[in-house]
């Protein structure tokens, strides 16, 4: 993902000022050279590409890290244990008789608020950027799965006092023994009866699926994926100055 939709726009301008002593070709980048005219000198010099990857990534990390509102992730939601494996995430929670597991990729999720009035989209250059993940819901008794996959939803529309509207909604619903294949028969949540639609929705809610876990949620995916922003920034860095 690129630092421009994570990033004020006036970072960059920021990065120019601070390399403002300007060469003979004009870049304005008067460190930059000289540390090229260095480089050059040492017996296996990088290349030019490699060496300004590696002087902006060095910049990009510290502006991420200023930029991160959680610093240290948390080993719990709302009552769910947090397990990370790379992009995926495990939440798990033991009920009396079932285990909850929400299970959810952070990859593809992030993407910037939006505020809905075009007019104000155009006056606000950085907005934040969240994650909003589709994920996997299974209820597990026994050996036996009550699977559901939800997603956030697009086109919100605003509540009055005495309405409820969900932030999030049942994509699909399976039910299955053991492990799941491709042969588990699954339906679609907008093919549901209306009434069944709402009574699982219910469901959700009574295993701790709310939209206010679900919002927290999303609090959580997006700190998670910034850290595995800031993580991939910082191996890539390495992983161009030679150090693995």
Same mark, same amino acid.
């Given at each position: +993902?690129?630092?421009?939709?994570?990033?004020?726009?006036s970072?960059?301008?920021?990065?120019l000022? =601070?390399?403002s =002593? /300007?060469?003979?070709?004009?870049?304005?980048?008067? #460190?930059?050279?000289?540390?090229? $005219?260095?480089? @050059?000198?040492?017996?296996?010099?990088?290349?030019?590409?490699?060496?300004?990857?590696? @002087?902006?990534?060095?910049?990009?990390?510290?502006?991420?890290?200023k930029?991160?509102?959680v610093?240290?992730?948390? &080993?719990?939601?709302? &009552?769910?244990?947090?397990q *990370?494996? *790379?992009?995926?995430?495990v939440? /798990?929670?033991?009920?009396?008789d079932?285990?909850?597991?929400?299970?959810?990729?952070?990859?593809? /999720?992030?993407d910037?608020?939006?505020?809905?009035?075009?007019?104000?989209?155009? %006056?606000?250059e950085?907005?934040e950027?969240?994650?909003?993940?589709?994920?996997?819901?299974d209820?597990?008794? &026994?050996?036996?799965?009550? &699977?559901?996959t939800?997603?956030?939803l697009?086109?919100q529309?605003?509540?009055?006092?005495? @309405?409820?509207?969900?932030?999030?909604?049942?994509?699909?619903v399976?039910l299955?023994?053991g492990?799941?294949?491709?042969?588990?028969?699954?339906?679609?949540?907008?093919?549901?009866?209306?009434?069944l639609?709402d009574?699982? +929705?219910?469901?959700?809610?009574?295993?701790?699926?709310? =939209?206010?876990?679900?919002? %927290?949620?999303?609090?959580?995916?997006? #700190?998670?994926?910034? /850290?595995?922003?800031?993580? +991939?920034?910082?191996?890539?860095?390495?992983?161009?100055?030679?150090? $693995?």
């Amino acid at each position: +993902m690129s630092c421009s939709k994570r990033m004020d726009s006036s970072y960059t301008s920021d990065l120019l000022k =601070n390399h403002s =002593n /300007t060469c003979s070709c004009g870049c304005g980048l008067k #460190a930059l050279h000289t540390k090229d $005219q260095q480089d @050059e000198k040492s017996p296996n010099p990088k290349p030019l590409g490699e060496r300004e990857l590696v @002087e902006f990534l060095t910049e990009e990390i510290v502006a991420e890290r200023k930029a991160q509102k959680v610093k240290t992730l948390p &080993g719990e939601v709302e &009552g769910f244990k947090v397990q *990370g494996d *790379g992009a995926e995430v495990v939440l /798990t929670k033991q009920l009396k008789d079932e285990i909850v597991r929400i299970t959810f990729n952070v990859n593809h /999720t992030v993407d910037t608020e939006d505020f809905g009035d075009e007019a104000q989209q155009e %006056k606000q250059e950085f907005s934040e950027m969240r994650s909003k993940p589709q994920f996997e819901v299974d209820l597990v008794r &026994g050996d036996t799965t009550l &699977g559901f996959t939800c997603s956030f939803l697009q086109d919100q529309p605003s509540a009055s006092a005495d @309405e409820y509207n969900d932030i999030f909604g049942i994509d699909e619903v399976t039910l299955y023994k053991g492990e799941w294949s491709d042969k588990v028969y699954a339906v679609a949540g907008d093919v549901l009866d209306g009434y069944l639609y709402d009574l699982l +929705m219910n469901l959700l809610e009574e295993k701790g699926i709310s =939209n206010d876990f679900v919002q %927290k949620l999303s609090d959580f995916s997006t #700190a998670y994926e910034h /850290t595995a922003y800031i993580n +991939m920034l910082e191996g890539i860095s390495k992983f161009t100055i030679g150090k $693995q």
